[in-house]
Every structure is written in C-alpha cells, then in structure tokens.
T-cell receptor, first 115, second 109 residues
Framework: EAGVVQSPRYKIIEKKQPVAFWCNPISGHNTLYWYLQNLGQGPELLIRYENEEAVDDSQLPKDRFSAERLKGVDSTLKIQPAELGDSAVYLC?????????????FGEGSRLTVL | AQRVTQPEKLLSVFKGAPVELKCNYSYSGSPELFWYVQYSRQRLQLLLRHISRESIKGFTADLNKGETSFHLKKPFAQEEDSAMYYCALSTGGGNKLTFGTGTQLKVEL
C-alpha cells in the first residue's frame, strides 16, 4: 500500500503564477482533506470532501484557491495567482470516514515556495 | 470556536527521564482528542486517541475535562521518541481535526 500520494513534492514559482497540487488518497477512503501547514504551525484545514462533495470549505480562500475531486477519488488543489504568503506545505489526507475514529492518513506534502 | 494550545515549542529531556507534552483545548461540546506524531523525514501519523485509552510506544494521555487538558506522558524517554508531536481536537463527529502548533521533543543521550 503506497499510502496517500501527493505531487509534486516541491514547487518553486514566482508570485502571480498559477500552481496545482495533486493527491491520490488511499483506495476506498471516501473522505479527503487538504491542509495548509505554515512554518512552525500545525496543519490547518482548507477543505474536506466526502466522496466528490466539498462538505467543508469555509477556510478555503476562494478568491485564489480552488479544489476539485472528480469521481470522488483523486483531488487537485489550485492557486491562481500565487502570493508570497502562500509559501507553505500543502498536506493531503484521507480517511475511511468512520465517525469519530480520528485517524487521518497523510501524504508527504507538497512544499511550495513563492518568490 | 474550538482551539488547541500546545504551550511548548521545544521540549528537551535526557534519555530515561519522564516526558510530559502539554495540550489544552477549548471547546464547549464533547471533545474527542488525539495525538499525532511526525518523525524526521516521515509523514504525520496518528499516535493515540483518548477514546481508546491505550498505551502506544509507552505513551499515554488522559482527557481531563475539568482542566480541559490532554497531556501526553511517558515515564522513560527513549532516543527514538524524538519527533514533532501535535495535539488535535475533533468536534461535531466525523474526522474534522483542529491541530495545535506542535511540540518538538528532543531526547538527548
């Protein structure tokens, strides 16, 4: 089992450029999460999907961030245009959705540097 | 709104010494608390959850609703315990987690 797969692992772009991150969750996991982790901080939820439906996107800055999970499997997180403050690690996680289990399986993260 | 506070960014102890990583939470409902750990160059992973009342790798954590705390403890620290530890709170059912800022545990020989 490969676990949650994310790509790219590292991305360096100039401000105002677009960037996209991809996530493949663990097979059979219907819940998928995107978290943002700034340096020295804990992960902060951006968006949570139950299958293909975004059930919690209250923390997603919708003016520049967008996400999709077509067919309820893979997901893509996009930033357009990127700003200097977007430099962070973007974590994808998945879970089987069992109520209250609290076990999220995380990917290795995508580290974004905006110059 | 829910909040998780980990007051220590770094905790340094000697091998064999007791360890206590502090976690306090703020939530008006019935909380579910977890500890996640990230070892060097590894993914963030679940260490333990309060409802299981289990000991994992010698670590235990007791939920104290009166003090709104969920401190992580281990009687004798080992070198392999060096890692980043995050306390997390789940609210309203499901698996929506709010994380603390983390504590870096360093076990010195």
């Amino acid at each position: 089992e490969a676990g949650v797969v994310q790509s790219p692992r590292y991305k360096i772009i100039e401000k105002k450029q677009p960037v996209a991150f991809w996530c493949n969750p663990i097979s059979g996991h219907n819940t998928l999460y995107w978290y943002l982790q700034n340096l020295g901080q804990g992960p902060e939820l951006l968006i949570r999907y139950e299958n293909e439906e975004a059930v919690d996107d209250s923390q997603l800055p919708k003016d520049r961030f967008s996400a999709e999970r077509l067919k309820g499997v893979d997901s893509t997180l996009k930033i357009q245009p990127a700003e200097l403050g977007d430099s962070a690690v973007y974590l994808c996680a998945s879970s089987s959705g069992t109520r209250g289990s609290g076990e999220l399986f995380f990917g290795e993260g995508s580290r974004l540097t905006v110059l | 709104a829910q909040r998780v506070t980990q007051p220590e960014k770094l905790l340094s102890v000697f091998k064999g010494a007791p360890v206590e990583l502090k976690c306090n939470y703020s939530y008006s409902g019935s909380p579910e608390l977890f500890w996640y750990v990230q070892y060097s160059r590894q993914r963030l992973q679940l260490l333990l959850r309060h409802i299981s009342r289990e000991s994992i790798k010698g670590f235990t954590a007791d939920l104290n609703k009166g003090e709104t705390s969920f401190h992580l403890k281990k009687p004798f620290a080992q070198e392999e315990d060096s890692a980043m530890y995050y306390c997390a709170l789940s609210t309203g059912g499901g698996n929506k987690l709010t994380f603390g800022t983390g504590t870096q545990l360093k076990v010195e020989l």
